[in-house]
């Protein structure tokens, strides 16, 4: 029979009173990334916070303690401010950082919502300068890329540009149909009333043209149809219409927005669980990267890339006091006013156009139709069709981008394509062939192909992929940031840049 060996456990005295009880800072491991928040975040110029305070009344906790606790909430995937309270009150870290300080909740948000207000940025271009400064980033080339993310708003109370412009197209539709009656009925009343246009009504002229009807149908036999009708839009019209006029201002050259955040646009999502393409409230967040480090951050609420570009660069001159001398982007930015706008500026600029891919393939490098491979003559500004027809100049044109920028097209036409055996190869159209050309753009598509071709453009294009990309993953997947805690487009920037801040300092302790 087996003797039973003797069985001995580690001794375990959770009533043990130390003589020497340790302390936090001997607690922390020696590399571990709160060290790395605390180190950095106390070599920060803090002025600009500390001018936030009025001072008076009872004493304040410092704001490098709450901005060091924040900074590490974002970097352990705490945002919500009742866990960061939570924190500093249970988890050595957090108490090592605030110094043994229990902020509650309600200080943490103020202090994000409120305080870091218009400051966040300044520090944020701090700490990246001191990685810069470190090597570890460079500020010439900035690589850019954007991505959508939900806000924290209602799915389902949204506001629609279009449903307005019918609204209003449905009253003014409705109004000009009761002066025609009226016109009918009370003419001699009529009769010296200045002519009423219908065009573009507000709810000003809704309210003048409804007392003017009203007053000259008094005493005439009027349909019971139309009675209820002018009772309605006595009560409702003028006071929707003040309504769609405030939307139209909050909606600011958008198509929506949510009333539950009135600065989020309804937008599409990379994450689609239910996969039906649902639009849901968010913000476009543009991102410059160096070396897989956050160098600078906008948030937007227009969905399109193209026209965000601007002032996202604008922003870096902004923080570092000069442009990036490269800029290298995909081809959501690549647009006139854009390569115009950076040639200006002397930036380099390594941005696709959205047909760049689509060209290097056979079937449309080789397809001899399309307007693109057709033969340009400069000197006599005409182009020639695959049957070798010179197609002349008839017009020249302009449009603006939603920006106001004017871009010029000049259109071209064939001289007979009647009868012509490549007819049902070339265009479906009736008549002879028209071709519309931005000579502009294609002047710096032309230079931007040659620039991403060459050596130094496959490099940057390469690199563009595995810079920006893995810092999205990284924010949405390991930070499982997928939908801001904070509402207004304000607020949600704070959000990002204390993310940007814990990105770059868990990238620095690593
Ligand atoms: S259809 Fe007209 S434009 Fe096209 S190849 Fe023939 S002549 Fe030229």
Redesign the pocket.
């Known amino acids: 029979m087996n003797k039973k060996k003797n069985i001995a456990f580690k001794d375990y005295a959770p009533q043990q009173i130390m003589l020497l009880p340790p302390s936090l800072e001997e607690l922390i491991e020696p590399d571990h990334p709160v060290r790395t928040v605390k180190q950095v975040i106390e070599q920060i110029n803090l002025d600009p916070l500390i001018a936030n305070y009025k001072g008076g009344g009872t004493s304040s906790y410092h704001p490098r303690m709450l901005l060091k606790v924040l900074v590490y909430a974002y970097l352990r995937n705490v945002y919500s401010s009742r866990k960061i309270e939570e924190a500093v009150k249970q988890d050595i870290h957090f108490m090592w950082l605030s110094g043994m300080s229990k902020p509650d909740h309600n200080t943490i948000n103020r202090f994000r919502s409120e305080r870091l207000k218009k400051v966040l940025k300044k520090i944020f271009a701090q700490v990246v300068t001191l990685l810069a400064e470190e090597g570890l980033l460079s500020l010439q080339t900035a690589y850019i890329d954007g991505t959508k993310i939900e806000a924290n708003a209602n799915r389902y109370t949204f506001v629609w540009g279009n449903a307005i412009k019918t609204s209003k197209e449905r009253i003014a539709k409705q109004l000009e149909e009761l002066w025609s009656y009226t016109e009918k009925i009370a003419t001699q009343e009529l009769k010296d009333t200045a002519p009423v246009t219908f065009e573009k009504i507000d709810a000003q002229k809704v309210k003048q043209t409804i007392e003017q009807i009203d007053q000259a149908l008094k005493d005439k036999p009027v349909d019971k149809k139309v009675k209820q009708k002018i009772n309605y839009a006595k009560k409702n019209w003028e006071k929707n219409l003040e309504k769609y006029s405030e939307q139209e201002k909050i909606l600011d050259k958008r198509n929506s927005f949510s009333k539950t955040d009135t600065d989020a646009t309804f937008m599409r999502m990379k994450e689609d669980h239910m996969r039906n393409g649902q639009l849901k409230p968010g913000y476009n967040l543009q991102l410059s990267t160096n070396n897989q480090y956050i160098t600078n951050y906008t948030v937007h609420h227009h969905p399109t890339d193209t026209l965000t570009l601007k002032s996202h660069i604008a922003e870096h001159e902004n923080l570092y006091h000069q442009s990036p001398q490269t800029v290298v982007a995909d081809a959501g930015y690549g647009s006139q006013e854009n390569y115009q706008w950076m040639e200006e500026k002397n930036i380099e600029a390594f941005v696709k156009y959205n047909t760049f891919h689509k060209e290097q393939e056979k079937k449309i490098s080789d397809n001899p139709?399309l307007t693109e491979n057709l033969f340009y003559n400069p000197q006599q500004d005409c182009y020639y069709?695959?049957?070798g027809?010179p197609?002349k100049k008839i017009y020249d044109t302009a449009g603006k981008s939603l920006n106001g920028f004017t871009r010029h097209y000049s259109a071209y036409r064939?001289v007979?394509?009647e009868g012509?055996p490549?007819?049902s190869q070339?265009?479906k159209e009736k008549g002879?062939?028209i071709i519309k050309v931005n000579h502009q753009l294609n002047h710096y598509k032309t230079k931007a192909r040659e620039k991403l071709n060459s050596p130094e453009g496959i490099l940057h294009r390469k690199k563009r992929m595995c810079d920006t990309e893995p810092v999205f993953a990284n924010i949405k997947h390991n930070k499982n940031f997928k939908r801001f805690n904070l509402r207004g487009k304000q607020k949600t920037e704070i959000e990002i840049g204390l993310i940007a801040l814990a990105h770059n300092l868990t990238k620095k302790a690593a």
Request: charged share 10%.
């Open positions: 139709f069709c695959p049957m027809q197609m064939a007979n394509c012509c490549l007819r070339c265009f002879n062939r």
